[in-house]
């Protein structure tokens, strides 16, 4: 008996530049959606999306988790963010969704490296996804 430490490298790691907050959450969604997009119909759906923490980073891992979920759980591949509200304390946003097969490659969003910070042209989110 006994244990041992073996590397694992089951993770993929989203780097994100945009100019406003709103434009990283909605190409973190846009990301999401091409990875996990595969057979999709043309039959379009909206999700009124909610989340909620107060840092910028943990918000960004919120979301990406609930567009997992409604991956997993309704078929629905995150297209487009027809609209997004940002506050304090969370965010508020409609999803346009394709449904569809999406691959079941993420298992869930890590906080191992994750950040949200202002950069020079904007700001820059870093997220690793455990997949």
């Keep these: 008996m006994g244990y041992r430490w073996v590397?694992?490298?089951a993770e993929v790691e989203?780097?994100?530049e945009a100019p406003?907050?709103?434009a990283a959450f909605n190409e973190a969604a846009h990301a999401l959606g091409e990875l996990v997009g595969d057979d999709l119909r043309q039959e379009w759906i909206s999700r009124e999306v909610s989340v909620a923490a107060d840092d910028r980073a943990v918000l960004l891992a919120h979301w990406l988790d609930e567009l997992v979920y409604l991956a997993e759980t309704?078929?629905?591949v995150p297209d487009e963010v027809e609209r997004i509200e940002l506050s304090g304390h969370g965010l508020r946003a409609i999803v346009r969704c394709r449904r569809g097969?999406?691959?079941p490659l993420?298992?869930?969003?890590?906080y191992h490296q994750l950040s949200f910070e202002?950069?020079?042209h904007g700001f820059r989110a870093t997220v690793v996804l455990d997949v």
């Design 74 to 76: 309704e078929d629905l």
């Design 14 to 16: 989203l780097e994100i």
């Design 20 to 22: 406003t907050e709103e």
């Design 101 to 103: 097969n999406p691959r």
């Design 106 to 110: 993420v298992r869930g969003v890590t």
């Design 7 to 9: 590397e694992h490298t």
């Design 118 to 120: 202002r950069a020079d």
